[in-house]
């Protein structure tokens, strides 16, 4: 038996080989996910090249660091097929890893067998590759626990590497840990290895091989250029996209800011822009002594045009409508959009002439017949105005006012204009009477939640649901929010209907976890009204305690312009709830501040892209291009990515493509009463069950 000693220099060598060697390829499969197809696939490569490299260069490094009183030479195949063994396990065992979130328990056995295996064939692939005076005789008990060594250190190496959920730090650290842990069992399975072998010296004619000092020289020269190699390319690459995601970023600011005060349809501005407007108008005024008007414009017929040519058409009419009142105006004057065939005017007049002459212009227009494609269309408005400051020194009451004057108007027979006069709130009497059943519908248990599911992309399994409100009124039936909600938000009635909202999705939480779902999360808007309430977080808290909900399972939606509002008390409400356990959740992003900057400040969890970039996503290259930087940003912030209004199969498919975590919309069902979820589960179980959602998937939609 030969005696062995070792060098230390080349043990911390090869341990440092395997360290860098390791962490570059962890590095460059982190980059795989947020590349593009063909970036993809050279990370993906070169993650699994740089892990073999590193895996075989650490072990013949390590070869060499043992000294024995006989020569040694290596025999050039065996050596070549170690090394082909060390490149095929990595690269399979990393393209296991990284072939999609999640990154689940089947798939982190496989990596993890198929790299621990690949380490070990390499090693004593290698060790046969000896050539010397002597035979090797191995213990059986030691060459079992390098191979246990092996499986346990790297599966604990690559769960801690593609853990998911953390942020950037955690996922630095991570990484480092990981390599740290792989380089570990790379050396330890090496050196528990070789103590398994003795050498028995024999006086035989020595094969001719790739001597020590050949070895050295091609190990380390191949070895030290393909590891430099990579880090500059890494380093190079990260470079790149720190100054590419800069630049996104700016350039998404921009477009949302555009986005969020502007109309995406007609180009106008929006509510929250002309909020900002007749602020500066009421301020204007009040400096120079003078008037100005505000018409609450509304088309007529509208509805009629939607139904019968479709939403097409009705967007066109939207669009030629606001181009020709914006033919009738000067500089001074702003027009916007509402929503819907709703608009606003403002306009600097000071007599009742010019007020005149120029609504007589606008009406007149909108009288003239529409040609939109190949159809002939006829509608008209009706506009009520009010002036400041007789009619009120507030938005609010200016806005009122006009209301009350078109809905005058209305009344009337349409096609029209009207001044407010105070006699108008005796004859507009269906504003009252609905105001009277609102604030009586939750004492009337009229007020109900209906549930929208929210499927993982690409599996489709579900995962929770979206609270909606719903008001079952008496008389006209089902109403949706957008019929109640801003009159809730006016007259302070959302804070009784929010609260009561709350307990019921806990209730409803609790009733699921009874049936058997205790996985299942819901997902409950927050009002700006409700998020500034001073004891919204005892009204949260308490009913998770009183339906003993876990916090995880209940997530609370708030829009931008809330949690921006007032920031310092936004943050300080939403770093309770996240330090609670609730998951926060930014909602309709896109269309509120839309400061990404401001937002990575926020302890959100979650980013729910708005559903009017998601609407024509198949079309519109803009909000392609906007949609998909957003997921990359949000990614950087490790946001979960929520995409709600999904219709058609080509929307799900893009947007799995581009990253997103979870989907909601009418393609997979529209919100739904609780007893008629079992009817849902009923449907996807059977479409799991044929095996069709892929070739089927207008078949996911359901109507209940």
């Not at 060098?7 to 060697?21: E, K, Q």
Request: glycine fraction near 6%; hydrophobic fraction near 45%.
């Amino acid at each position: 038996m030969l005696h062995v000693s070792w060098d230390p220099v080349l043990i911390g060598i090869s341990f440092l080989v395997a360290f860098i060697a390791a962490f570059v390829s962890l590095d460059s499969a982190g980059k795989v996910a947020i590349s593009v197809r063909r970036e993809s696939t050279f990370w993906r490569l070169s993650g699994g090249i740089t892990l073999g490299m590193g895996i075989w260069s650490m072990h013949f490094i390590g070869m060499l660091a043992m000294k024995m009183s006989m020569p040694l030479n290596y025999h050039l195949p065996l050596t070549f097929l170690s090394f082909t063994i060390a490149l095929l396990a990595a690269s399979l065992a990393m393209h296991i890893a990284i072939s999609g979130p999640p990154f689940s328990r089947v798939r982190l056995i496989a990596a993890t067998l198929v790299l621990s295996m690949g380490m070990v064939a390499m090693h004593y692939v290698g060790m046969a590759a000896v050539i010397g005076h002597g035979v090797i005789v191995w213990n059986p008990g030691l060459v079992a626990l390098s191979v246990l060594i092996a499986v346990v250190a790297s599966g604990f190496g690559l769960r801690l590497a593609f853990s998911p959920h953390q942020n950037t730090r955690q996922t630095l650290l991570s990484r480092l840990a990981a390599a740290l842990i792989v380089a570990l069992a790379i050396s330890a399975m090496h050196y528990t290895g070789m103590s398994a072998a003795t050498f028995n010296h024999h006086s035989h004619a020595l094969h001719t091989g790739l001597s020590q000092g050949e070895l050295a020289i091609c190990v380390t020269g191949i070895t030290l250029v393909t590891l430099g190699m990579m880090l500059v390319i890494s380093m190079l690459d990260s470079q790149v996209r720190a100054s590419q995601l800069a630049e996104n970023l700016s350039h998404l600011n921009k477009k949302l800011t555009q986005q969020s005060h502007f109309d995406a349809l007609t180009g106008l501005p929006n509510r929250a822009q002309i909020d900002t407007c007749l602020l500066a108008f009421m301020e204007d005024t009040a400096l120079h002594q003078h008037r100005f008007v505000l018409a609450f414009i509304d088309l007529d017929r509208f509805k009629v045009v939607n139904d019968t040519w479709g939403h097409h058409i009705g967007d066109q009419l939207l669009v030629a409508s606001s181009q020709r009142i914006l033919a009738c105006l000067d500089d001074t004057m702003t027009l916007a959009r509402l929503g819907g065939d709703e608009f606003i005017l403002l306009m600097p007049e000071n007599d009742t002439e010019s007020i005149s002459t120029r609504m007589d212009r606008i009406t007149t227009a909108l009288r003239m017949p529409f040609s939109l494609s190949g159809h002939s269309i006829h509608v008209s408005l009706s506009a009520g105005l009010s002036v400041y400051p007789e009619h009120g020194t507030t938005t609010h009451e200016l806005r009122v006012k006009a209301d009350v004057a078109m809905y005058h108007v209305k009344q009337q027979g349409r096609d029209g204009w009207a001044i407010y006069q105070p006699e108008m709130e005796a004859i507009v009497t269906t504003a009252p009477a609905f105001l009277q059943d609102l604030s009586q519908a939750l004492a009337r248990n009229e007020f109900e939640l209906w549930y929208q599911p929210k499927y993982t992309a690409g599996n489709h399994t579900l995962t929770g649901f979206e609270a909606l409100l719903r008001w079952r009124h008496p008389e006209q039936g089902l109403l949706l929010p957008g019929a109640f909600l801003p009159t809730l938000e006016d007259t302070g009635l959302m804070l009784s209907v929010g609260k009561w909202v709350i307990q019921q999705a806990c209730s409803q939480l609790s009733q699921w976890t009874q049936q058997g779902h205790p996985d299942w999360s819901l997902a409950v808007n927050l009002s700006a009204t409700q998020f500034e309430q001073h004891d919204i977080v005892d009204i949260v808290c308490g009913a998770l305690a009183r339906y003993q909900i876990p916090p995880s399972r209940l997530t609370l939606e708030i829009t931008e312009s809330a949690a921006l509002k007032n920031p310092g008390r936004g943050i300080e409400i939403l770093n309770i709830f996240s330090a609670a356990g609730i998951t926060v959740s930014i909602d309709d992003f896109g269309t509120g501040y839309s400061n990404m900057l401001m937002l990575k400040s926020l302890p959100a969890r979650e980013l729910k892209i708005d559903r009017i970039f998601i609407k024509d996503i198949n079309e519109n290259n803009k909000n392609s291009k906007i949609v998909s930087t957003i997921i990359d940003i949000a990614h950087s912030m490790n946001l979960r990515v929520v995409a709600e209004g999904i219709e058609t199969p080509e929307q799900e498919r893009l947007l799995t493509q581009m990253g997103c975590a979870v989907l909601q919309g009418f393609l997979y069902a529209q919100p739904l009463p609780a007893q008629q979820i079992p009817a849902l589960l009923q449907r996807d179980s059977l479409i799991k069950q044929l095996n069709v959602v892929s070739c089927l998937p207008q078949q996911r939609s359901i109507t209940l």
